[in-house]
Nanobody, 118 residues
Protein backbone atom coordinates (compact mmCIF):
# COMPACT_ATOMS: atom_id res chain seq x y z
CA UNK A 1 0.00 0.00 0.00
CA UNK A 2 1.32 3.42 -0.97
CA UNK A 3 1.13 6.01 1.76
CA UNK A 4 2.30 9.61 1.99
CA UNK A 5 1.94 11.26 5.39
CA UNK A 6 2.53 14.98 5.80
CA UNK A 7 3.33 16.65 9.09
CA UNK A 8 4.71 19.92 10.43
CA UNK A 9 1.92 22.31 9.57
CA UNK A 10 0.50 24.78 12.01
CA UNK A 11 0.01 28.42 12.86
CA UNK A 12 2.89 30.83 12.37
CA UNK A 13 3.23 34.62 12.36
CA UNK A 14 4.16 36.51 9.21
CA UNK A 15 7.91 36.35 8.70
CA UNK A 16 8.15 33.09 10.59
CA UNK A 17 9.25 29.65 9.47
CA UNK A 18 7.89 26.13 9.30
CA UNK A 19 9.33 22.85 8.09
CA UNK A 20 6.98 20.33 6.55
CA UNK A 21 7.76 16.63 6.29
CA UNK A 22 6.31 13.93 4.09
CA UNK A 23 7.07 10.31 4.94
CA UNK A 24 6.54 7.88 2.09
CA UNK A 25 6.02 4.13 2.10
CA UNK A 26 5.09 1.57 -0.51
CA UNK A 27 7.20 3.15 -3.25
CA UNK A 28 10.83 3.08 -4.28
CA UNK A 29 11.38 6.48 -2.76
CA UNK A 30 14.92 6.99 -4.02
CA UNK A 31 13.68 6.74 -7.60
CA UNK A 32 10.59 8.87 -7.17
CA UNK A 33 9.99 12.48 -8.10
CA UNK A 34 8.57 14.27 -5.08
CA UNK A 35 6.64 17.50 -4.97
CA UNK A 36 4.84 19.89 -2.68
CA UNK A 37 1.57 21.49 -3.73
CA UNK A 38 -0.78 23.81 -1.93
CA UNK A 39 -4.42 24.77 -2.12
CA UNK A 40 -5.86 27.90 -0.56
CA UNK A 41 -9.59 28.51 -0.07
CA UNK A 42 -11.20 29.45 -3.37
CA UNK A 43 -8.11 28.58 -5.38
CA UNK A 44 -6.95 25.62 -7.41
CA UNK A 45 -4.22 23.34 -6.17
CA UNK A 46 -0.85 24.62 -7.36
CA UNK A 47 2.71 23.38 -7.50
CA UNK A 48 5.07 24.83 -4.91
CA UNK A 49 8.30 22.88 -5.40
CA UNK A 50 9.56 19.59 -6.78
CA UNK A 51 12.69 17.50 -6.42
CA UNK A 52 13.92 14.76 -8.72
CA UNK A 53 15.41 11.43 -7.76
CA UNK A 54 18.82 12.96 -8.44
CA UNK A 55 18.20 15.97 -6.22
CA UNK A 56 17.45 18.59 -8.86
CA UNK A 57 14.90 21.12 -7.62
CA UNK A 58 12.30 23.35 -9.17
CA UNK A 59 10.35 26.18 -7.55
CA UNK A 60 7.41 28.31 -8.50
CA UNK A 61 8.25 32.02 -8.68
CA UNK A 62 6.20 33.07 -5.68
CA UNK A 63 8.21 30.91 -3.26
CA UNK A 64 11.69 30.90 -4.81
CA UNK A 65 14.22 32.31 -2.35
CA UNK A 66 11.98 31.59 0.63
CA UNK A 67 11.24 27.86 0.40
CA UNK A 68 13.64 24.94 0.09
CA UNK A 69 12.70 21.40 -0.88
CA UNK A 70 14.98 18.55 0.12
CA UNK A 71 14.90 14.79 0.52
CA UNK A 72 16.42 12.17 2.79
CA UNK A 73 16.36 8.86 0.98
CA UNK A 74 17.48 6.98 4.09
CA UNK A 75 14.30 8.13 5.82
CA UNK A 76 12.02 8.01 2.76
CA UNK A 77 11.10 11.59 3.57
CA UNK A 78 10.83 14.82 1.62
CA UNK A 79 10.89 18.20 3.36
CA UNK A 80 9.77 21.71 2.63
CA UNK A 81 11.54 24.40 4.64
CA UNK A 82 9.44 27.55 4.52
CA UNK A 83 10.95 30.87 5.60
CA UNK A 84 9.70 34.45 5.51
CA UNK A 85 6.14 33.23 5.47
CA UNK A 86 3.39 35.53 4.28
CA UNK A 87 -0.35 35.47 4.93
CA UNK A 88 -0.87 34.53 1.30
CA UNK A 89 1.07 31.32 1.95
CA UNK A 90 -1.87 30.10 4.02
CA UNK A 91 -3.11 26.87 2.46
CA UNK A 92 -3.33 23.14 2.82
CA UNK A 93 0.01 21.74 1.68
CA UNK A 94 0.06 18.37 -0.06
CA UNK A 95 2.86 15.94 -0.76
CA UNK A 96 2.92 14.17 -4.13
CA UNK A 97 4.99 11.29 -5.45
CA UNK A 98 5.48 10.33 -9.07
CA UNK A 99 6.99 6.92 -9.54
CA UNK A 100 7.25 3.93 -11.82
CA UNK A 101 8.53 3.75 -15.35
CA UNK A 102 8.32 7.22 -16.83
CA UNK A 103 6.93 8.51 -13.49
CA UNK A 104 3.48 7.52 -14.71
CA UNK A 105 1.99 6.72 -11.31
CA UNK A 106 0.91 9.52 -9.02
CA UNK A 107 0.13 9.46 -5.30
CA UNK A 108 -1.02 12.17 -2.91
CA UNK A 109 -0.84 12.70 0.82
CA UNK A 110 -3.72 13.87 2.97
CA UNK A 111 -2.42 17.42 3.36
CA UNK A 112 -1.33 19.54 6.29
CA UNK A 113 -2.70 22.98 7.15
CA UNK A 114 -0.38 25.97 7.18
CA UNK A 115 -1.82 29.20 8.53
CA UNK A 116 0.18 32.43 8.48
CA UNK A 117 -1.51 35.06 10.62
CA UNK A 118 -0.88 37.62 13.32
Amino acid sequence: QVQLVESGGGLVQPGGSLKLSCAASGIIFSRSVMGWYRQAPGKERELVAAISSGGSTNYVDFVEGRFTISRDNAKNTVYLQMNSLKPEDTAVYYCKANTGWGNRFEYWGQGTQVTVSS
